[in-house]
């Protein structure tokens, strides 16, 4: 069974850094997609980046581009989340998320995805 755990969340004041780590395990992930998603209150979940564990191109929302970097470390069935500059609206449940191999993959819709973490909470205050 693929698990996710998610781990790096916290309470930053604005302008601060995370980095967000998502451990996976209990699969193969070669062939899959992992994909980075926040959830605000009242909102719905949105995606925030994505990357393939067999590949190096990388996928950003509008909102966190410039300010976001996704990357893996394969040998540690991990991927990471970057993120500077943090601002309020950055406020939210962060997720990971991973996606098994399909030909045609709409990284951005969460009903793509097959296995979700717990979530970690980002908060960023003024």
């Known amino acids: 069974q693929v698990q996710l755990v998610e781990s790096g969340g916290g309470l930053v004041q604005a302008g601060a850094s995370l980095r967000l780590s998502c451990v996976a395990s209990?699969?193969?992930?070669?062939?899959?997609?992992m994909g980075w998603f926040r959830q605000a209150p009242g909102k719905e979940r949105a995606f925030v980046a994505g990357v393939r564990w067999s590949g190096s191109i990388t996928y950003y929302a509008d909102s966190v581009k410039g300010r976001c970097t996704i990357s893996r470390d394969n040998a540690k069935n991990t991927v990471y989340l970057q993120m500077n500059s943090l601002e309020i609206e950055d406020t939210a449940v962060y997720y990971c998320?991973?996606?098994?191999?399909?030909?045609?993959?709409?990284?951005?819709?969460?009903?793509?995805?097959?296995?979700w973490g717990q979530g970690t909470q980002v908060t960023v205050s003024s």
């Open positions: 209990g699969g193969t992930f070669w062939t899959s997609f």
């Open positions: 998320a991973l996606a098994s191999w399909r030909s045609a993959l709409e990284y951005t819709s969460p009903n793509q995805y097959d296995y």
